[in-house]
C-alpha cells in the first residue's frame, strides 16, 4: 500500500500548500516502518530533533529537483550575478565547485584526491561536478555524498550510473549534525546544506579536522536571518517595492494564500530550513581563513525565490525593469553596510592562510550582520 500512495498519491501531495502539507508529512512518517540509524550517531535523539528530522525527510523524500528556481530568478542571475562572479574564473555553481575541486586535485599530488560533499540531497550537483571533471580528463578521485536521506542518496546512485560517473561517486547515509569523518580529504563541499544544519560548531570541527594540510572547504550557501527572515531594516525597504505591486505578484505560490501585507514568514517551524543561517558567517570566521569569498543579494530574494518570483515575466521588458531596480537598491545598500548579503560562494582554509580574493570591499568580517 505505501509503495501504491509513494508512486500515486505522494507527487499530488507536494502540491499542497504548506499548512495542509506539513501535517500530511507527520502522518506519513508516523507510520512508516522504522528506518535503520544513519551511521554517526551515537547517543539518544531529543524529540524536538526526531521530529524535525522526520519533517525534514518528508520533505525531501519525493523531491526529484531540489534547487529549482522561477525563470525569473535566472534573468536575475544571468543579468546581475554571472558578471561579477565571472571575474574569479567561473559562471555558476557547478563551474565554482569544478574549478576549486580540480584545483585542489591538483594539489593532492599522483595520488588518488579524496572529497566529500555534506548534505549532498539527490547528488545531482555532485554528478554533474564529477562528469564536468571527468570530461577534463580528471577522473582520479572519489567524491562521497552523505545525506540523511536514503531515498535521495538512492536518486544519486542511479543518476551517477546514468551520467557515467558510478566509479567516482560513493554515497554514505548519515546525519551531518553528527558527522565523525574518519579520514582526510582534499576538499569538503557544502551545497546549499549548511543552513540545514543545527549542530554548527560541531561540523565545523569536524571538518577542520578532516581537512588535509591543503584542503578547502568549498560551500555556496545562505547566511541570512534565521528562518530565512528578513533583518527589520530590508524589511523596511522591501515593503517600499512591495507596497507598488499589484495583488496579482502577491499571490505566494508555496503557501497559497494572498500576502496584500508582506508577512515575514519563518520557514524553520517545520524541519531544519534556515535553522541558524545567522550563526554561519561568524562561525566560519572564527574557524577558517578565506581564499574567495563573494556575499550577494538581500531583498531581491523575495521578489525572485520559490514563493513570489513564479508571478514575475522574464520576457516582461517592466517585470525586468521592476528586478533590476530592485537589485540596484539591493547593491547600493549592501556596499554602503545598511544591508548584508544573505549568500555567499566562499573557499575556506584551515587557519593560517593569507591569500584572500573578495568582491570590491565586500570582506567575511564586512559582511557579518550580528543580532544586536
Known amino acids: 500500500m505505501r509503495t501504491f500512495l509513494r508512486k500515486h498519491a505522494v507527487p499530488l501531495g507536494h502540491k499542497l500548500p504548506l499548512f495542509l502539507r506539513a501535517p500530511l508529512q507527520r502522518l506519513w512518517r508516523s507510520t512508516a516502518p522504522e528506518r535503520p540509524r544513519p551511521?554517526?550517531?551515537?547517543?539518544?535523539l531529543t524529540p524536538e530533533y526526531a521530529a524535525r528530522v522526520a519533517a525534514e525527510t518528508a520533505i525531501f523524500d519525493e523531491q526529484t529537483i531540489v534547487h529549482d528556481l522561477p525563470p525569473i530568478y535566472h534573468y536575475w542571475s544571468n543579468t546581475h550575478l554571472r558578471p561579477q562572479v565571472e571575474t574569479f574564473g567561473f559562471s555558476n555553481p557547478d563551474e565554482f565547485y569544478a574549478l576549486y575541486l580540480g584545483q585542489s586535485l591538483a594539489d593532492a599530488g599522483p595520488r588518488r584526491a579524496r572529497f566529500v560533499s555534506l548534505g549532498c540531497g539527490n547528488c545531482d550537483t555532485e554528478v554533474r561536478v564529477a562528469r564536468m571533471l571527468a570530461d577534463r580528463a580528471i577522473t582520479?578521485?572519489?567524491?562521497?555524498?552523505v545525506d540523511i536521506n536514503a531515498t535521495m542518496l538512492e536518486r544519486g546512485r542511479v543518476l551517477a550510473?546514468?551520467?557515467g560517473v558510478a566509479s567516482q561517486i560513493v554515497t554514505v547515509q548519515g546525519d551531518f549534525n553528527r558527522w565523525q569523518p574518519r579520514q582526510q580529504y582534499d576538499a569538503i563541499m557544502a551545497n546549499q546544506s549548511l543552513h540545514h544544519v543545527v549542530e554548527l560548531e560541531h561540523l565545523f570541527s569536524a571538518v577542520a579536522s578532516a581537512l588535509a594540510p591543503h584542503g578547502r572547504f568549498i560551500t555556496s550557501d545562505i547566511i541570512g536571518r534565521n528562518g530565512h527572515m528578513l533583518w527589520p531594516e530590508a524589511a523596511s525597504i522591501l515593503r517600499e517595492y512591495w507596497s507598488e505591486l499589484p495583488d496579482s505578484y502577491r499571490y505566494n505560490v508555496q503557501l497559497l494564500r494572498l500576502e496584500r501585507t508582506f508577512e515575514n514568514w519563518d520557514c524553520s517551524n517545520e524541519g531544519f530550513e534556515g535553522i541558524r543561517a545567522q550563526d554561519i558567517l561568524p562561525l566560519l570566521l572564527d574557524r577558517f581563513d578565506f581564499e574567495l569569498f563573494v556575499g550577494f543579494a538581500?531583498?531581491?530574494d523575495s521578489f525572485i525565490g520559490r514563493s513570489f518570483g513564479p508571478n514575475f515575466d522574464a520576457d516582461s521588458p517592466s517585470d525586468r525593469a521592476f528586478i533590476d531596480r530592485v537589485h540596484a537598491r539591493d547593491q547600493e545598500e549592501i556596499l554602503a553596510g545598511r544591508l548584508k548579503p544573505t549568500h555567499m560562494t566562499a573557499v575556506m582554509h584551515n587557519k593560517p592562510f593569507a591569500d584572500r580574493r573578495c568582491w570590491q570591499h565586500l570582506t567575511p568580517e564586512f559582511c557579518v550582520r550580528r543580532p544586536d
Open 161 to 163: 550510473a546514468e551520467a
Open 39 to 44: 551511521s554517526g550517531q551515537d547517543g539518544p
Open 140 to 145: 582520479q578521485f572519489t567524491l562521497e555524498c
Open 298 to 300: 538581500n531583498i531581491i
